[in-house]
Every structure is written in C-alpha cells, then in structure tokens.
C-alpha cells in the first residue's frame, strides 16, 4: 500500500510541474503576441520628445497630440468615412451574394453545379497577375469608381466554400418541409438557411470586414481622385513621409526639415507611426469580440467536408 500511495503522489507531482511548465509556456507565448501592440499602444499616447530616448513597459508621459494632428487632418476624415463605407457595403454584398452562391451550389438539382463548384476552386489556386487584373478593372470602367472597393470581392470563392460545407450540415429534412409547404427558394434561403448559418455567416462577415478595411491596393493602383482615397492609402502615405522626414534629419537635413518639425510641435517621425498603426487597428480590434462567440463554431462545422 506504502509502494502504490508513493507511485501515485509521484505521479500526481509530476502532473503539477508539467501543468506548470505549460501555463508558463502557453503565458510565454501571449506575452510574446501581446507586447508588440501593447508597445505601440503606449508609445502612441507618450509625449513624442520623451518616447523617442525609450519605451518599455508604462508611458512616458501623456500627450493626445499626435493623434490630434492626424484625425484632424482633412483628408483623414474623409479617407475615415470612405473606408466605413466601403467595409459596410463590401461585406453586406460579399455575405449576401456569396451566400446566395454557396446555397445554389447545394442543390443536386442545379445543373452542372460539380463542374461550377470546382471552377471556383480553381481560381483559388490560378491567378492572372496584378497587370491582367488592372486592365480588366479599367475595361469594366471601374477606374476612379467607388464600384472599384464593393463589386469585384461580392463574391469570393474561399468564403462560398465555407458556408457551402456550412450548409451541407444542416437536415435536408428543413428544405424538404419547407417544400412540401409550398415555401419557394427565396424563402428557404431567407428564412430557414440562412437563420441556421449566422455561425459561418458571423465569420464570414468578419473576415470580410477586416480584409475590406485593410485594402489598400486598389485605391493605391486604380484611384487618383483624393476624395474617394481610403484611410488604409492615407495612413501609408504618412508612414512614408514620417520615414523620409526621419532620414532627412539623421543626414543633417535642411533647415526647412528642421522648421516643419518645430512646427509640428516635436512630434516625431516614430510617434506618427505608431498613432497610425493603432488608428488602423483599433476598428479590428473592436469588431472582434461581437463576433467572437461564433469562430469556433463557424469554422469548425465549416471544416468538416472538404
């Protein structure tokens, strides 16, 4: 009895120095995963002059200035309204006509739905290059075009192939029911599909969202028109000159550099970086948590077919 009664305390030691050794592990790493956005949280709110000789683990100081500077800066604003926008159509179109895809693709009765499905699938995995796709957005006039950041993502394959597998789940016994009641494809979708797949729609919406806000590329390639430019564009832009204004400083700079920095109250290149990071970020940030419940769920139902 004293042997088995030593085995088993030594077993149960054992268990609690690994359940130790991975909570140190598992806290390691988010520690590693956090401090990046902590850091630039915390240099963003520092006073520029003061922040510039070190950061580590509190501010230094407290100054709004530099984010003052920024979010009254004309062209962000309206960059800022411009990209709500733009995230707020560009998903609802994505969810719902890709949605509307996805469950087209489901029913057996659907003509050459295998061969449409895996055409789809295919354009994951070819793509024309970034010229090809210039002149085709410049041949559908979508050039200059609000059109340009809402039609061509209304409809992405990956996210078709996520709530195709989504739905398949789901009883055919519902659709049938429906059917027999007299309930036609509108109002299966609407109201028994789509209801069942707020998880996978959720995620979706998500995704969409983000990838819509963080866009910059087309604006950057196929918008000249400073009135329909999005902050993503705007935010770049000034990282560029916060660096270029950096680099003229080191190599002595002009006294023009040195007058427009006086001007600028002592805000510093770094400090117009990280307020620009965190004014891209912080939207993201919030949108998460709203949906958060439904990632799991979404993504793993989602997974189960191929």
Do not use: H
Not at 106 to 118: A, N, Q, W
Not at 193 to 214: D, E, F, H, M, R
Not at 224 to 231: D, E, G, Y
Not at 282 to 301: C, E, H, N, R, S
């Amino acid at each position: 009895m004293q042997k088995v009664t030593k085995r088993f305390r030594k077993k149960d030691t054992e268990e609690i120095i690994l359940d130790l050794i991975r909570y140190v592990c598992i806290t390691f790493f988010v520690l590693i995963c956090i401090f990046p956005f902590y850091y630039v949280m915390i240099y963003s709110v520092s006073d520029p002059g003061l922040a510039s000789k070190g950061v580590w683990l509190l501010p230094k100081g407290f100054s709004l200035e530099t984010y003052g500077k920024l979010l009254t800066r004309n062209d962000l604003g309206l960059a800022i309204l411009v990209s709500v926008g733009r995230t707020g159509i560009g998903t609802g179109l994505c969810v719902f006509f890709t949605s509307m895809f996805a469950f087209l693709v489901t029913r057996k009765e659907m003509p050459g739905r295998k061969i449409i499905y895996r055409y789809v699938v295919i354009t994951m995995y070819i793509g024309a290059g970034l010229v090809p796709w210039y002149l085709t957005m410049k041949g559908y006039g979508l050039k200059d075009s609000f059109l340009l950041y809402v039609i061509p993502g209304a409809v992405n394959a990956y996210y078709m192939i996520l709530i195709k597998t989504f739905m398949e789940q789901l009883p055919e016994s519902l659709e049938e029911s429906a059917a027999i009641e007299g309930a036609g494809f509108f109002t299966i979708l609407f109201k028994i599909i789509l209801p069942l797949s707020k998880p996978i729609i959720a995620t979706v919406a998500v995704y969409c969202a983000v990838g819509q806000w963080n866009s910059w590329m087309d604006n950057f390639f196929l918008v000249n028109n400073t009135k329909l430019q999005t902050v993503q564009l705007i935010l770049y832009n000034y990282l560029n000159s916060a660096t270029a204004l950096a680099k003229s400083m080191q190599n002595g700079g002009a006294a023009a550099a040195a007058g427009a920095m006086n001007a600028a109250n002592a805000i510093t290149p770094q400090s117009v970086q990280m307020t620009s990071i965190v004014i891209t970020v912080i939207p993201v940030m919030l949108v998460y948590p709203y949906a958060q419940k439904y990632f799991t769920k979404g993504i793993m139902m989602g997974a189960v077919k191929g």
